[in-house]
């Protein structure tokens, strides 16, 4: 399945494989949640000992003070010079504190 991510400039794929792990690791993240914050984050973070990988977050209003969902996007590099990197989803998962990293974007 592609998801649009307009933070990105591009479509991101979620492999079956993908969905499958998201759904076993992390029942409690809805799908939809899960392309809200590739579609309108409003966190972008990333951790430097993951450089390929990008953390997206959006907030949930979960009625209990607060969650946030984050969206793991890998960057592979082109297989050529024609070719556009692949951007896919590693996991997501809901997390009440905000991942560690350097924050590369918020909406303001």
């Known amino acids: 399945m592609w998801l649009p991510c307009e933070f990105l400039g591009a479509q991101v794929e979620l ?3 993908r969905e499958r792990h ?4 992390h029942p409690n993240v809805a799908i939809v949640l899960l392309a809200d ?6 966190i972008a ?9 990008t953390l997206l977050v959006r ?15 890998v960057t592979d590099e ?4 024609s070719d556009s990197p692949r951007l896919w989803v590693a996991t997501a ?3 009440e504190e905000l991942p560690l990293g350097t924050v590369i974007w918020e909406r303001r």
């Open 15 to 17: 492999t079956a494989e």
């Open 78 to 81: 082109p297989q050529t010079d």
């Open 93 to 95: 998962f809901l997390s």
């Open 45 to 53: 973070i990333r951790r430097p000992w993951l450089l390929a990988e």
């Open 59 to 73: 907030r949930v209003d979960d009625g209990a003070g607060g969650t946030h969902i984050v969206v793991a996007v």
């Open 37 to 42: 914050a590739l579609a309108d984050p409003d």
């Open 22 to 25: 998201i759904r076993r690791r």
